[in-house]
């Protein structure tokens, strides 16, 4: 049961990083997920500037912050100023890092 479960997982990262479409419902871990405003992109250091809501599951509290965004995830269709939803894993070195991330209305 737990093996079957993280292959799963696996499956559903592989799309969200191939950007092929983000899986918002029906996921079966608690991914991390946040939404704001994206204020700044830089595509060179793959990094993104939001203005997020708060994220209860980490304590934070709404803020602007910096965030850096995984290898494979397509910055292309984001524009600063527009509302965006994101999702955050946290690596071991890096802290936490966007591996998808879509425009909102
Ligand atoms: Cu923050």
Redesign the pocket.
Known sequence: MKRWRSRLLAGVFGVCVAGAGMAWAGQSEPDITGEGKLNSIDPGKRSVNIH?GPIPVLQ?PA?T?DFAVAPGVDLKPLQPGKNVRFILKKEAQTGYRITGITPTP
């Open positions: 997020h934070w803020m912050m």
